[in-house]
Each structure stands twice: as C-alpha cells, then as structure tokens.
C-alpha cells in the first residue's frame, strides 16, 4: 500500500484489528469495489489490519486483484487521514 491509514478523523489511533468498524464510528460508508473519489482498502490479516488510501487506479487495482479479503470503505476525509 502507499498510504496507510492510522488515525480517525480527530487525530485518534486506529486499533491493530477492527479498522473497517473504527472508520465507520468516524464517518466512513461501505462501498462496492469500485475505483472513486476518497476510497479506503481495509485488508484483514491474522495480527492485525490495514487500512490503505486508494490515491489512484492504478492502486485501487492492485488491490483489488491480489491481497486477502477486503473491506471497501468511502470516507470525505481518506486523503487527509492518510498524510
């Protein structure tokens, strides 16, 4: 991933694992797997989650094609919280 996202909306820390439900508490809306606006990429692993900003297509299909299960989310503020 290029930019991970680590922190909420407030400057909070996301915990290691449930990232897709912190980011929802902070305003963020499931979506479908497709490349928009503002698109976060939350990737499940066993110890912990990652939470990555979708700056370009070209990243966005990246990890649509390859990594574990997925969890597509849109939050208004995705570029902001991944700086």
Not at 39 to 44: A, F, G, H, R
Request: proline letters at 5%.
């Amino acid at each position: 991933m290029g930019y991970y996202i680590n922190k909420d909306s407030k400057g909070l820390p996301l915990p290691a694992k449930g990232k897709a439900k912190a980011l929802i508490s902070d305003g963020a809306k499931m979506t479908d797997a497709t490349y928009k606006e503002n698109l976060i990429c939350v990737v499940e692993n066993l110890l912990f989650d990652a939470a990555g900003y979708m700056f370009s297509e070209q990243e966005f299909r990246y990890f649509k094609e390859t990594s574990p299960p997925k969890i597509w989310l849109v939050h208004e503020k995705a570029k902001e919280l991944a700086e």
